[in-house]
């Protein structure tokens, strides 16, 4: 993760390529009391010097992707959603009349910045949801909030974590036994057969981690943290 390729040629990828954003997090959990203090001492000063290194550490660390300041933006966009989360007065504006109007010229600003695909998906989304949390009820609206408080799907949002971590490590492994059976198949059954196998044993397997590895791990870190 951290240490670059040209000093460790594919050691990103050794054991659990997936796993680089941990690295990227440690490097978070590191800095971020400094940065808390720098930002509760001098506010103003602080943040404006803090935005413009973040800013240049990324243009210039741009090609060194699992170093902190390359990515610091993300973590910068979920300290915000979570503020903006919090806010009763945010997610009453969002929801006023003129709210649902926001969303085009939203999607049609970060369109003209080039901004990443899944920044752009992740900023819509959170808007309609602070609609919703502010009491905006349309038809779409209501849709999203039915379909995201499902059960299947929080199933799946609690086991999340477990998924990204594991998925890869499943599909390694099941492609070479299912091999000399998808070579006798068309491309679409190929694919169906290959995404059903990976899919049930990816949900089984993180079902197992988050109940044996991930749950115990965080009640012990959350008594350590007491």
């Known amino acids: 993760g951290a240490i670059p390729s040209s000093l460790l040629p594919s050691s990103s990828y050794a054991l659990l ?5 941990i690295s990227l997090e440690w490097q978070f959990y590191l800095v971020a009391p400094l940065l808390y203090w720098l930002l509760k001492r001098w506010r103003f000063w602080g943040t ?4 413009a290194t973040v800013l240049w550490l990324c243009w210039y660390w741009e090609s060194w992707p699992a170093l902190l300041p390359a990515k610091f933006h993300l973590f910068a966009l979920g ?13 009453k504006v969002a929801a006023g009349p003129w709210g649902i109007a926001l969303v085009p010229l939203t999607a049609g600003l970060l369109y003209g910045l080039v ?3 899944g920044i752009w998906l992740w900023v819509l989304l959170l808007f309609l949801l602070l609609r919703t949390r502010g009491g905006a009820r349309n038809t779409f609206e209501t849709f999203l909030t039915k379909a995201l408080s ?4 929080a199933f799946l949002g609690r086991i999340s974590y477990p998924i990204y971590l594991i ?8 492609l070479p036994l299912l091999g000399p059976a998808i070579s006798k198949l068309s491309a679409a059954q190929a694919f169906l057969l290959l995404a059903a196998v ?3 044993l990816t949900i089984l397997s993180a079902y197992v981690l988050a109940r044996v590895v991930e749950r115990p791990m965080m009640r012990v870190g959350k008594a350590w943290a007491s």
């Open 115 to 117: 901004v990443d695909m």
């Open 79 to 91: 300290i915000a959603s979570w503020f903006l989360w919090q806010s009763r007065w945010v997610c």
């Open 17 to 21: 390529g997936q796993a680089w954003s």
């Open 48 to 51: 404006l010097w803090l935005t």
């Open 198 to 200: 990976v899919f049930s």
């Open 150 to 153: 499902a059960g299947p799907v």
């Open 167 to 174: 998925h890869m490590n499943v599909l390694c492994l099941v």
